[in-house]
């Protein structure tokens, strides 16, 4: 079993989740490592320090720990070969890692999108594609080495799978974005990231939108005559991870809506606590400032120890892009007690629904499977089993599952 924890490759061998090789991944890392050895010689000892070009980040080891990377999708082939999406830095990929051994090979690179959540199917491989805020449905039909977009409009698209009945129809979840303008203050400020690059035009900071995601829908899309139909709706919930089971019924995740911007926009309060704090973020600015002067002169720091900041505090954690207090919701699962609490909150509820009827199977679930001998689960800090309804046991205990490949 294969399944991606932390944004991290990882096999599940004797109840032990155990990291899983990447030759693509290995290969750039060796490659970073031995340029940045090649250049130490420029950015380091007295010399580079009496002129100004001293770097101590310039060795071969602090050069991989700065590459960012991660595993976003995964699935299996028919063949048994595994398939995953992986972003480097500013380049994302599709890749193919044999079964029985042998190079791996690479399916489709992107350096201008991300993609994201795979599934596959007799040679067929349907793939979200993100770019721009905006993420869609593409497929990648047998021997070809492209990627055609099936699905368009100001929306976020995830979870493509397969229909085991209907051939050549497929599910998936979709939400709408709203335009809400450009904040005055964003038109003033210059932004890198909106560009022309290529012949991909990239809108400036005046045209990009802020965008806020309504509620995920599930949908069925049949690619012979490309019909859409909607399955599940409700302004009050997101319906995520679609995926049907042998007999014909449709497994989800469904969990309550929560408005959120996609990106900028300030309320009041917002604006009104970034004058509040704009004095001490001068202080740590000029701070920084001085220690990366220190830095590139003497290679010293001006700050005892070398811890980095974090973006998130440890209490808080993202599941399936909602932002929650691990540490509340892991409190309260004990509190109900969960055998083996986890910190995705109890309204995540995994369902089942056949023939117009919606079952809930369980609650807390951040990822699932099914598979011939049970459902697999995530509750966010273990991966559970479930063999019939309301009994699970101990697979392994690993945070921050995402997918899973049985």
């Given at each position: 079993?294969?399944?991606?924890?932390e944004?991290?490759?990882?096999t599940?061998?004797?109840?032990?989740?155990v990291?899983?090789r990447?030759?693509?991944l290995?290969?750039?890392?060796r490659?970073v490592r031995?340029?940045?050895?090649?250049?130490?010689w420029?950015?380091?000892?007295?010399?580079?320090k009496?002129t100004g070009?001293?770097?101590?980040?310039?060795?071969g080891?602090?050069?991989?720990?700065?590459?960012?990377?991660?595993?976003?999708?995964?699935?299996r082939e028919?063949s048994g070969?595994?398939?995953y999406?992986?972003?480097?830095?500013?380049t994302?990929?599709?890749?193919q890692?044999?079964?029985?051994?042998g190079?791996?090979?690479?399916?489709l690179?992107?350096?201008?999108?991300s993609?994201?959540?795979?599934?596959?199917?007799?040679?067929?491989?349907?793939?979200?594609?993100?770019q721009m805020?905006?993420?869609?449905?593409g497929?990648?039909e047998?021997?070809?080495?492209s990627c055609?977009?099936l699905t368009?409009?100001?929306?976020?698209?995830?979870s493509?799978a397969?229909?085991?009945?209907?051939?050549?129809?497929?599910?998936?979840?979709?939400?709408?974005?709203?335009?809400?303008?450009?904040?005055e203050e964003?038109?003033?400020?210059?932004n890198?990231?909106?560009r022309?690059?290529?012949?991909m035009?990239?809108?400036?900071?005046?045209?990009?939108?802020t965008r806020?995601?309504?509620?995920?829908?599930?949908?069925?899309?049949?690619?012979?005559?490309?019909?859409?139909?909607?399955?599940l709706y409700?302004?009050?919930?997101?319906?995520?991870c679609p995926?049907?089971d042998?007999?014909?019924?449709?497994?989800?995740?469904?969990r309550?809506?929560?408005?959120g911007k996609?990106?900028g926009?300030?309320?009041f309060f917002?604006?009104l606590?970034?004058?509040?704090l704009?004095?001490?973020?001068?202080?740590?600015?000029?701070v920084?400032?001085?220690?990366v002067?220190?830095?590139k002169y003497?290679g010293?720091t001006i700050?005892s120890?070398?811890?980095?900041a974090?973006?998130?505090?440890?209490?808080e954690r993202?599941?399936?892009?909602n932002?929650?207090?691990a540490e509340e919701?892991?409190?309260k699962?004990?509190?109900?007690?969960?055998?083996?609490p986890?910190?995705v909150?109890g309204?995540y509820e995994?369902c089942?629904?056949?023939?117009?009827?919606t079952?809930?199977?369980a609650?807390?679930v951040?990822?699932?499977?099914?598979?011939?001998?049970?459902v697999?689960l995530?509750?966010?800090?273990?991966?559970?089993?479930?063999?019939?309804k309301?009994?699970?046991?101990?697979?392994?205990r690993?945070?921050g599952?995402?997918?899973?490949?049985?």
């Open positions: 079993m294969e399944l991606i924890a944004g991290k490759l990882m599940v061998k004797e109840g032990e989740a990291p899983c990447s030759e693509i290995e290969k750039y890392l490659t031995e340029s940045a050895e090649r250049n130490e420029k950015y380091s000892g007295e010399g580079a009496f070009s001293y770097r101590g980040d310039a060795d080891e602090s050069a991989v720990k700065a590459v960012n990377y991660r595993f976003r999708g995964i699935a028919g070969d595994l398939l999406t992986l972003s480097i830095d500013n994302s990929g599709l890749y890692r044999p079964e029985e051994g190079d791996e090979g690479i399916l690179s992107e350096r201008f999108g993609y994201r959540e795979i599934a596959e199917c007799e040679g067929n491989v349907l793939v979200t594609v993100e805020g905006e993420c869609h449905v497929v990648i047998k021997g070809s080495r055609r977009i368009e409009g100001e929306s976020r698209e995830s493509p397969w229909s085991k009945s209907r051939p050549g129809q497929f599910y998936y979840s979709s939400a709408g974005l709203e335009s809400l303008g450009v904040p964003e038109r003033k400020r210059p890198e990231d909106f022309m690059m290529g012949q035009y990239l809108p400036t900071v005046e045209e990009a939108p806020r995601k309504g509620p995920a829908g599930i949908y069925r899309m049949s690619l012979n005559d490309f019909t859409i139909e909607e399955l409700d302004e009050k919930y997101d319906y995520l995926v049907e042998g007999e014909g019924a449709l497994w989800f995740i469904r309550p809506y929560q408005a996609e990106s926009g300030r309320s917002t604006l606590k970034d004058i509040v704009f004095p001490f973020r001068m202080i740590r600015a000029l920084g400032f001085f220690n002067f220190s830095m003497s010293k700050r120890g070398d811890v980095k974090k973006n998130v505090s440890e209490r993202f599941v399936m892009g932002l929650i207090n919701e892991m409190k699962n004990r509190e109900k007690g969960d055998a083996f986890g910190y909150p309204s995994l089942r629904r056949k023939n117009g009827e079952e809930k199977i609650g807390g951040g990822a699932f499977a099914l598979a011939p001998d049970g697999y995530s509750n966010g800090a273990y991966l559970l089993k479930m063999k019939e309301g009994k699970v046991e101990k697979v392994c690993l945070e599952i995402t997918a899973i490949v049985p």
